[in-house]
């Protein structure tokens, strides 16, 4: 593999293979590299998870990160994304990881010699955070034949794109709850009320309110959010015992879900933060050619 630049390119087989080492390396089955790699995280958008599990990932396979400040590099002077991979690739990088606010940025990269790792564009994809949700459903149930309800702010949201995509291809059922203004306009997309299937499904995945893409009109929807479109007390207990919910985070407690449930037994939130670094040993393996 090149690039992973979104879940549409990779086939079942290989989304499979990269959730199987994964475990593996999991079980403790992994080496680090012995010839020197180095890696540049850019995250041109702020995060926690994804920037720090591929430090994490890239520390265990023995990866030299190489620390990228975009506020302190000359892309705030002006220079384009381009010339500033060109250079990443030009002083030896062997791959990068970036995180950007465009949809699709990676398009005006196409004539570079250096793979990319997609760690989120705007509200197109988020490949790697998608993985790590497929890694974590599959242990939990050695299958993807469930039925799985995503609900929240679908319109901005990268994860519910690339999930939907990934899960379907793997022949999950996949709905959406969200409220209207949140809704992202799609032939194969169905919206239901969260009450008509809370007890029905295996996986709840909810997602942020992303507050940060929003405009104003969107805040009088988040008073009445919890009650109509959130996870709480009162649907957990309509849950079905072997359910999971799940959220990429970061989370607003009290508005996706309420607080008390973040760590609740059927929550695996913290678990996908696990699998992350393990899904991300397993994807830079891939794309630098494991020893
Ligand atoms: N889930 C996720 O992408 O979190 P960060 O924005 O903290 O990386």
Known sequence: MRNLLSMNELSTTEIKNIIKRAI????????????????????????????????????????????????????????SLYDTCKTLESIGCDALVIRHPDDAYYESLEGLNIPIIN????????????????????????????????????????????????????????KFVAPEVYQYEHEDYSYVNFDDVISSVDVVMLLRVQHERHDNVMSDVIDEYNSRYGLNETRYNKLKDNAIIMHPA??????????????RDKSVIFKQMENGVYTRMSVLELILGRE
Do not use: W
């Not at 023995?62 to 620390?67: A, Q, R």
């Not at 970061?250 to 760590?263: A, F, G, K, Y």
């Open 119 to 174: 760690g989120g564009d705007g509200s197109g994809s988020h490949p790697t955070q998608s993985l790590l949700d497929l890694m974590t459903i599959y242990e939990t149930f050695g299958t993807f034949d469930l039925d799985i309800v995503i609900c929240g702010d679908i319109r901005h949201s990268r994860v519910a794109k690339s999930n939907f995509q990934a899960l379907t291809k793997l022949g999950s059922r996949v």
């Open 24 to 79: 593996e390396i999991k079980n403790g089955d992994y080496k680090p590299f012995q010839e020197k790699k180095f890696v540049a995280n850019l995250f041109l958008e702020n995060s926690t998870r994804t920037k720090l599990s591929f430090e994490m990932a890239e520390r265990k396979l023995g990866i030299e990160s190489i620390p990228f400040d975009a506020m302190g590099s000359s892309l705030s002077k002006g220079e």
């Open 250 to 263: 970061p989370v607003n407690r009290d508005v996706e879900i309420s607080s008390e449930l973040v760590e």
